[in-house]
């Protein structure tokens, strides 16, 4: 909380600096030639003052309101996608800004969406953050463009602004990957049945994986359900009824191999000693809570959420071009998360 009683001279005073100095480091000035030693000399003075900038003075000098903007597709509901928000909220904290979040169904119409960005524009948000429940393409609401904006886990059809997506390709070549390093020569993959681009990259990789190892990666068996657990274990009891049924099996998502760890338990399949299982997501509840505990790849939630509020906030105060940076999107690594589902197959 901030001490009313303290003003900018005090901490001027208190720090040995000048005046100037000390506004300079606390609205953060670019162009201000002031050593590191002084800024965190400066900040330490006014927090130990209990000064805070006049928000509404910078706001009339700026002309920003220190507050960003989220539309949300349904990821205010949704546990693991719900670290989008966080990564963000931290990330602008950090910075000195607040988040206004708007979440939108995910079926929501255009206009519908763009009534969402006009409510926040008239709130005078320095910014707009759009991100959607699960990585797609989407069509955006032309108002979108008004103020500086960047797409979180969606690209925008014509990659017309700053959009960072998870690395689905690489994320999939982990997960294969650690099954053939376990010794797996026969991989299956149950995937999802939505026309999306994790469906169609982790496919692409999965094959080239397989392939890259000697192994015949397009006739490696392929089943597709929709990614929820019951998906999972229909699918599961179709791949692994074949007479040379794979001993490692990659899922699309943590759900459905929820549902693989129960076609393989009606089967008599012991996990991972009959058969080895990897997921992608990394959600909590499910991964580390199935038995034994699912290897699987992490999304990278938290972190697309912090990179996209860090450089809004730096095309907001002038410090980066996000029309440049919209030429291709950023992509963040999805990293291998190892429990007790991989192990070498029986001989």
Not at 246 to 275: K, Q, V, W
Request: glycine share 8%; charged share 20%; proline share 5%.
């Amino acid at each position: 909380m901030s001490n009313k009683n303290i003003g900018i001279k005090d901490v001027a005073v208190a720090a040995g600096v000048s005046v100037t100095t000390v506004s300079h480091v606390l609205n953060e000035v670019s162009y201000a030639r002031i050593s590191p030693e002084t800024r965190d000399k400066v900040r330490a003075t006014a927090e130990q003052l209990g000064y805070g900038p006049n928000r509404l003075a910078q706001a009339l000098r700026t002309q920003r309101t220190g507050m960003l903007g989220l539309v949300s597709e349904e990821i205010a509901t949704t546990p693991h996608a719900g670290r989008i928000i966080l990564g963000a909220d931290e990330a602008a904290k950090a910075r000195g800004y607040n988040l206004m979040i708007i979440n939108t169904p995910v079926s929501a119409s255009l206009e519908s969406r763009q009534a969402d960005v006009q409510a926040l524009l008239e709130r005078r948000v320095d910014g707009i953050l759009y991100a959607t429940m699960y990585h797609r393409d989407v069509e955006l609401p032309a108002n979108l463009g008004s103020v500086p904006s960047v797409l979180v886990d969606s690209v925008a059809t014509g990659g017309s602004i700053t959009a960072v997506i998870p690395d689905e390709e690489g994320g999939a070549r982990a997960a294969v990957g650690a099954l053939l390093e376990a010794g797996h020569t026969r991989v299956g993959f149950i995937n999802n049945t939505d026309d999306v681009p994790a469906t169609r990259q982790r496919l692409r990789a999965f094959r080239a994986t397989l392939t890259e190892a000697g192994l015949d990666g397009d006739g490696a068996p392929v089943e597709s359900e929709v990614s929820e657990v019951q998906g999972g274990y229909e699918a599961a009891r179709r791949i692994l009824a074949r007479a040379d049924r794979p001993t490692g099996l990659f899922c699309y998502n943590d759900r459905m191999a929820m549902g693989a760890y129960r076609a393989a338990a009606e089967l008599g399949l012991n996990i991972p000693s009959d058969l080895s299982v990897v997921g992608f997501d990394d959600q909590e509840l499910i991964a580390a809570n199935l038995h034994p505990g699912l290897t699987t790849v992490a999304l990278p939630h938290y972190e697309m959420g912090a990179w996209a509020t860090e450089h809004l906030i730096d095309a907001v105060e002038g410090k980066t071009d996000l029309t440049l940076m919209a030429l291709h999107p950023t992509i963040l690594g999805c990293p291998l998360v190892r429990r007790d589902s991989i192990t070498a197959p029986a001989q």
